[in-house]
């Protein structure tokens, strides 16, 4: 098992500019994340999905969009990149259970520079 | 709204037990309190979780208050590979929404 992979590892982006990030699990599994980390910081829900065909607003969604397509793809858009998006990206996955569970999975992140 | 609040560093000695507190209230009744760990360059991995009282796992202990307004990660007998940010992690009880610490940076010294 690969686990959560995050394809790509690194990108630098001039402002204004889009991209798209992409996150795969090959655990089955029916919630995904999407969450910033900003250097010396905590980490921050971007969106998140409950499964196929679904997503959620986190804590900071502003400047970002969201697809689940397909259940183990996550993506993760930037329509007009500025510098304050410059951050540690990750992925994660879970499946809650009855009562919640945040035992989360997590990809390698992806290191994005805005200039 | 939810909050959690943890020390921002700590520092041991390898051979010592470590105790690091997060302070959390308005947290989801029936949700579990979870605890990571992050490594330099890396994404977070699950430590342990619990709802409350003890509970004990291979690499650490978690410890709950009945109120369940904070929890206590407990690492026995630290190592030097134990060098790393400690975050906890509850759900809000009003919105659902995943409410993580800013991370308390442990350094082990030998």
């Known amino acids: 098992n690969a686990g959560v992979t995050q394809t790509p590892k690194f990108r630098v982006l001039k402002t204004g500019q889009s991209m798209t990030l992409l996150c795969a699990q090959d655990?089955?599994?029916?919630?995904m994340y999407w969450y910033r980390q900003d250097p010396g910081m905590g980490l921050r829900l971007i969106h998140y999905?409950?499964?196929?065909?679904?997503?959620a607003k986190g804590e900071v969604p502003d400047g970002y969009n969201v697809s689940r397509l397909k259940k183990q793809n996550f993506l993760l858009g930037l329509e007009s990149a500025a510098p304050s998006q410059t951050s540690v990206y990750f992925c994660?996955?879970?499946?809650?259970?009855?009562?919640?569970?945040?035992?989360?999975?997590f990809g390698p992140g992806t290191r994005l520079t805005v200039t | 709204l939810a909050k959690t609040t943890q020390p921002i560093s700590m520092d041991s000695y390898e051979g010592q037990e470590v105790n690091i507190t997060c302070s959390h209230n308005?947290?989801?009744?029936?949700?579990?309190i979870t605890w990571y760990q992050q490594f330099p360059s890396q994404g977070p991995r699950f430590i342990i979780q619990g709802y409350k009282t003890k509970v004990t796992n291979e690499v650490a202990s978690l410890f709950i208050p009945a109120d369940r307004k904070s929890s206590t990660l407990s690492l026995p007998r630290v190592s030097l590979s134990d060098t790393a940010v400690y975050y906890c992690?509850?759900?809000?009880?009003?919105?659902?929404?995943?409410?993580w610490g800013a991370g308390t940076k442990l350094i082990i010294k030998p």
């Open positions: 655990m089955n599994h029916e919630y």
């Open positions: 994660a996955s879970n499946d809650p259970g009855g009562r919640l569970s945040y035992e989360q999975y």
């Open positions: 308005n947290i989801a009744t029936n949700d579990y």
């Open positions: 999905s409950v499964g196929e065909g679904t997503t």
């Open positions: 992690l509850v759900g809000d009880s009003s919105n659902y929404q995943l409410i």
